[in-house]
């Protein structure tokens, strides 16, 4: 179990610390937690380690504050994660230890006297707990992404996501417009996971810069799709202006939850590319066979040999003009609207790319400059 600083100090509990120095460290992880009492004052190093998040009141030392102050670069050394200091006693540090912390990157922070250790502990555990169990299940989603699975691994796999799963589902992956990291997506798939009005047979799962959501049904059905789409996207604010949403075709059984996931990514990835929302996979077209293989090393040989002697040509107007002429389905007229141009130079442009690539074919041409366009925002 983990979590970092940063995202600890978003929990209920913990929110109202405030830190005094180290806002650099914050991105520590802390793995397990720690009480400093007098005992162990004089024996620090040993007793704390890397990854520790230590809760004190240095009540034993508290009218001692070069003690106090050895104390804090004695968890310095230990490479602890945060110090917390319940300030019944100590109120405030001296400049000279901040100065310390934050050249060490220790995050200090100070909790008032109403809040109780075991409030920070107990929160502290659940989160940690609650991102832990995020990432195991990231990772099945991962697996499920990444391989082409026999089928009777693919329905292990399911279950272990959510043994409440039926058999019939639809996949919906929601990706972050504007993604800044995971807090929000991490507060977005908590608050379902508290929600008394979810689902035992749905599941929603924090993936990279989005949320996959697993729809699962006894007999799935156009109208509960729906109901169960309109009631998440409301209650966990998912709008089109903030997410590229793709859903995968619909399912009849488990073992194919892994096809159904790579659908809805994909989907969700035609959004993006062309700047659509929402996309059914059945409907992004040759994005079926080009997004699979975003990654090959012979897409990605193709695009660049071919659209590197168009874009070397006439400073990257002649690449302008391709890839709107391919936006606009090949259409000369529209293309020239669109570039404020006349037919009769978008026409000369477009047979001087013809002379570039070598290609006599009206057909070939469009293909093969249709698919390199579409393959060059993938690669």
């Not at 693919?154 to 039926?166: G, M, Q, S």
């Not at 809805?264 to 590319?273: D, K, M, Q, V, W």
């Amino acid at each position: 179990m983990s979590i970092s600083v940063y995202n600890a100090l978003l929990l209920p509990q913990l929110k109202n610390l405030k830190l005094v120095s180290g806002e650099n460290g914050l991105n520590k992880i802390i793995e397990k937690i720690g009480i400093l009492d007098h005992e162990m004052i004089e024996g620090i190093i040993g007793n704390f380690t890397k990854g520790d998040f230590v809760i004190t009141t240095f009540t034993a030392i508290r009218d001692d504050k070069s003690k106090i102050e050895k104390c804090i670069k004695d968890l310095a050394i230990c490479e602890i994660s945060a110090l917390a200091i319940k300030n019944i006693y100590v109120k405030e540090l001296s400049k000279n230890i901040i100065d310390f912390a934050n050249r060490h990157k220790l995050p200090i922070l100070f909790f008032e006297e109403n809040i109780y250790f075991e409030d920070v502990i107990e929160d502290l555990m659940s989160g940690m707990l609650s991102r832990s169990h995020m990432e195991l299940m990231a990772s099945k989603i991962d697996i499920l992404f990444n391989n082409d699975l026999k089928k009777n691994i693919v329905r292990d796999l399911a279950y272990e996501i959510n043994r409440n799963f039926y058999n019939e589902h639809i996949v919906i992956f929601c990706k972050e417009k504007r993604y800044l990291n995971d807090e929000s997506l991490i507060n977005t798939t908590e608050r379902y996971s508290r929600s008394r009005a979810k689902s035992i047979h749905h599941s929603i799962i924090k993936y990279k810069e989005g949320l996959v959501i697993i729809l699962t049904y006894k007999k799935i059905t156009n109208k509960d799709i729906a109901i169960d789409t309109s009631n998440i996207f409301k209650s966990l604010n998912i709008t089109e202006k903030t997410f590229y949403i793709g859903k995968s075709t619909y399912a009849f059984e488990l073992m194919y939850l892994d096809e159904s996931i790579k659908e809805s990514i994909f989907a969700s990835r035609s959004c993006e590319l062309l700047n659509e929302n929402p996309k059914n996979y059945e409907d992004i077209g040759i994005y079926k066979l080009l997004l699979p293989y975003a990654n090959d090393k012979w897409l990605q040989s193709f695009t660049n040999s071919l659209l590197d002697l168009i874009k070397r040509y006439d400073d990257g107007k002649f690449i302008n003009t391709a890839r709107i002429f391919i936006k606009n389905n090949g259409d000369i007229n529209l293309t020239a609207l669109e570039m404020y141009q006349h037919k009769n130079t978008i026409r000369y442009r477009i047979n001087k790319m013809k002379e570039l690539l070598s290609i006599d074919s009206e057909n070939e041409f469009y293909e093969q400059l249709s698919i390199a366009i579409k393959c060059e925002k993938l690669i």
